[in-house]
């Protein structure tokens, strides 16, 4: 069995305890993407309540001054956030880029302490269609995953915190729906991890075949093998391009159940409520 046919855990520690390694030294910057990170998100969830305020302290009370603050305050929270988002992406992106220098060097370096025989049994193009490939995907996870998913955790936190200020009997009817949700979710995480690491095999292994068909192209028309190669070209091109399909159109499966289960514990409050949607308890 291939290398690439071993399919390791979702979540690995001694991985995970590798990539700290290289993100030690850019602590000091990832902690202020963190900061960042919390500002914005605290931003992001204060502009829905400015804007509730407006309507209930400013308009329904014709208010102008109250309006004219709350628009003010909802505006500043909107400047705030666009401020600290430019902030966080830069800082994650100069920490991605110098975290894949540092992997490509260790990478070079280490191909070559390799022996022969591995350069003999592992076709080059494969083996460089995996290190740019893998290393762009890490370079992703440090600029975008890292911070994004506790961002993603903070800005749900505080949705939560503001729906349950503003309304909880009505916030405690759309939970019911989140079991479905995670459900769907994790079924959708599933298909999708198998399907990528399915691309990138198909993939390498595409390249793989290109690299030696360039490489060795004066044995190929020495031996007039033109028609055979470009139908064994077909063919891979063939088994690479359904499991990309695959892969996309798989992507939005799981947005219907969100979409069509959504709706369903406003409506019914709506309905138990005499036609009365209201926004705070």
């Keep these: 069995m291939a290398d690439e046919d071993v399919l390791g855990k979702a979540y690995d520690p001694h991985v995970m305890r590798r990539l700290l390694g290289y993100l030690a030294p850019h602590r000091r910057r990832i902690g202020a993407a963190f900061f960042f990170m919390a500002v914005g998100s605290a931003a992001n969830v204060a502009g829905p309540v400015f804007i509730q305020r407006a309507i209930d302290q400013g308009l329904t009370l014709g208010r102008s001054d109250r309006l004219a603050l709350y628009t003010l305050f909802f505006l500043g929270t909107a400047l705030l956030e666009w401020v600290a988002v430019r902030l966080r992406v830069h800082l994650m ?10 992997v490509r060097e260790e990478l070079f370096a280490h191909l070559h302490t390799l022996s022969l025989s591995f350069y003999n049994r592992y076709a080059i193009g494969r083996l460089m269609s995996r290190l740019i490939g893998d290393v762009g995907v890490l370079q992703d996870f440090v600029t975008w995953a890292i911070v994004g998913v506790f961002r993603d955790l903070f800005l749900l936190g ?10 909880w009997r009505l916030s405690a009817m759309t939970f019911l729906v989140l079991p479905l949700m995670a459900w769907s979710t994790n079924q959708w995480r599933r298909r999708m991890r198998l399907a990528y690491r399915v691309v990138r095999r198909r993939i390498a292994i595409l390249n793989g075949y290109l690299n030696e068909s360039i490489t060795g192209f004066r044995v190929t028309a020495a031996f007039v093998r033109h028609a055979q190669n470009i139908r064994l070209f077909e063919q891979l091109t063939g088994l690479t391009l359904r499991p990309i399909v695959g892969q996309r159109a798989s992507q939005p499966s799981s947005s219907p159940v969100w979409t069509c289960s959504a709706p369903w514990p406003r409506l019914w409050w709506w309905s138990t409520a005499g036609g009365k949607c209201w926004t705070s308890a």
């Design 93 to 102: 992106a100069v920490t991605g880029t110098r975290v894949v220098c540092d």
């Design 158 to 167: 505080g949705t939560v915190v503001a729906m349950v200020a503003l309304n």
